[in-house]
C-alpha cells in the first residue's frame, strides 16, 4: 500500500500541472480580460459593447493594435494598465512564474477586491466546508436507510413508489429547486418563512449563543433542502444495488439456515459488506458537492462561499481569484481521491491497490 501511496501523491504533480495548463491555454482565447474592462470603463463604454472588443489581449501579449477598445487613449495609459495587471510579459513567462508562486501558496492579489487571493480563500473555504458537510450529512442520514429499506422490499410497492419519488427529485436540477424554494418559501410568491440571501442576519453578532445557532440554522435551511434533494437519488439507489447484491450472497444464506434473526443477518451480516462502496465514496461525494453542486446555490442564495467566490472572479476576469480557486480546487479533489482509497482498505482490508497493479 505504501508504494501504491507514493505514487498516486507523485501523480498529483503532472495531473495539476496539466489541468492549469489546459485552463490557462483556453483563457488565451476568452475575450473581456481584466485590461479590456479596465479599458472600456476609461473608454466611458457601455458593458453591451464588450463583444465588439478584440480578445488579443486576454492573458497574452498585447500589441498596440490588440484592443479595439484602446481607440483614443493615451498608448501609454494602455502600457501602464497592461503593466499593472502584469499583461506586460509573454503568456509562457506569467504560467511559469504563476506556478513557481503556487509552489509557495502566494496566489497574489485580486485584480478588483484589493486583498490577496490566499485570504480570500481562508475566508470563504469556512462558509463552503460547512455547508457541503451539513447537506452531505443530510444526504448520507436519508439515503442509507432508504436504500436499505429498498434492498429489503425489493420488488413491492414502497420499493417502486419510493424509486418514483427518488427519480423525480434526481430529474429536478438542485438550482431549479432553489428557485422553487425561494419562490415558495421565501417571499417570492407566496410565503415568506426563510430569508432568500446569506448565511446570517445583520444583527448576528448581537445574539445570544442559542439565537445565533438558531438563526444559521434558519438561513441554512433552504440551501441545504436544495442540496440535498438534489443529491440523495444517486446514493439511494447505489446503496439499494449494493445491499442487494450482499443479500444474494451465500454467506447470507448460510446465516439464515444457522437460524439467525433477520435484523441479525442484515445488520450482522450484510450492513458491514454493503456499506463498503458507500463509505469509501465519502471523500469524492464531498469534493463533488462542495465544489460543483453548491456552486449555483451559493450564487442563488448569495452565499459567501468559494463557489460565489469562483463565479465572480469568472464573471469579472479576475485572473488571480480564478487560477487560485482552481489550483486549490483540483489539489483538494486529487488528494481527496486519494483519501478515497485509502479509505476503501481500512473498511475492507482484503483491498489491495498493490496487487491489483
Request: glycine share 10%; charged share 15%; aromatic share 14%.
Amino acid at each position: 500500500m505504501g508504494r501504491y501511496l507514493l505514487r498516486r501523491l507523485f501523480l498529483i504533480i503532472p495531473t495539476l500541472f496539466g489541468i492549469m495548463v489546459i485552463n490557462f491555454v483556453i483563457v488565451q482565447f476568452a475575450p473581456g480580460g481584466p485590461v479590456e474592462q479596465a479599458i472600456i470603463q476609461a473608454s466611458g463604454m457601455s458593458m453591451s459593447s464588450t463583444a465588439s472588443v478584440s480578445s488579443a489581449g486576454s492573458m497574452g501579449p498585447s500589441t498596440e493594435s490588440g484592443y479595439t477598445g484602446s481607440e483614443g487613449l493615451d498608448p501609454e495609459f494602455v502600457a501602464r494598465l497592461e503593466e499593472a495587471f502584469g499583461f506586460d510579459k509573454p503568456p509562457h513567462e506569467r504560467f511559469l512564474l504563476m506556478l513557481g508562486n503556487y509552489i509557495t501558496l502566494d496566489f497574489g492579489e485580486s485584480y478588483f477586491q484589493d486583498k490577496a487571493v490566499l485570504d480570500l480563500v481562508v475566508e470563504r473555504l469556512p462558509v463552503s466546508v460547512s455547508l457541503g458537510l451539513w447537506s452531505l450529512l443530510l444526504i448520507y442520514s436519508i439515503s442509507i436507510p432508504l436504500g436499505m429499506a429498498k434492498a429489503v422490499r425489493d420488488g413491492t410497492p414502497f420499493d417502486v413508489w419510493s424509486s418514483a419519488a427518488v427519480f423525480v427529485a434526481y430529474a429536478i436540477p438542485g438550482f431549479l429547486f432553489a428557485i422553487m424554494l425561494i419562490v415558495f418559501f421565501a417571499g417570492g410568491t407566496y410565503l415568506d418563512w426563510f430569508p432568500m440571501r446569506d448565511l446570517f442576519s445583520e444583527n448576528f453578532d448581537g445574539l445570544s449563543p442559542l439565537a445565533k445557532v438558531r438563526d444559521y440554522f434558519w438561513h441554512l435551511a433552504l440551501p441545504l433542502t436544495a442540496l440535498t434533494i438534489g443529491g440523495f437519488a444517486t446514493l439511494t439507489m447505489l446503496t439499494k444495488n449494493s445491499f442487494l447484491e450482499e443479500i444474494n450472497k451465500q454467506f447470507v444464506l448460510t446465516a439464515r439456515a444457522k437460524g439467525l434473526t433477520e435484523r441479525r443477518v442484515l445488520f450482522g451480516h450484510v450492513f458491514p459488506n454493503g456499506m463498503l462502496i458507500v463509505i469509501a465514496g465519502f471523500p469524492a461525494a464531498f469534493v463533488s458537492l462542495m465544489f460543483t453542486g453548491a456552486l449555483l446555490i451559493e450564487v442563488i442564495f448569495s452565499i459567501d462561499g468559494i463557489g460565489l467566490l469562483g463565479y465572480e472572479a469568472i464573471v469579472k476576469r479576475d485572473y488571480p481569484i480564478f487560477f487560485g480557486t482552481l489550483f486549490c480546487f483540483t489539489l483538494i479533489g486529487l488528494v481527496m481521491q486519494l483519501i478515497g482509497d485509502i479509505v476503501y482498505t481500512l473498511v475492507d482490508p482484503r483491498i489491495d491497490f498493490e496487487a491489483r497493479e
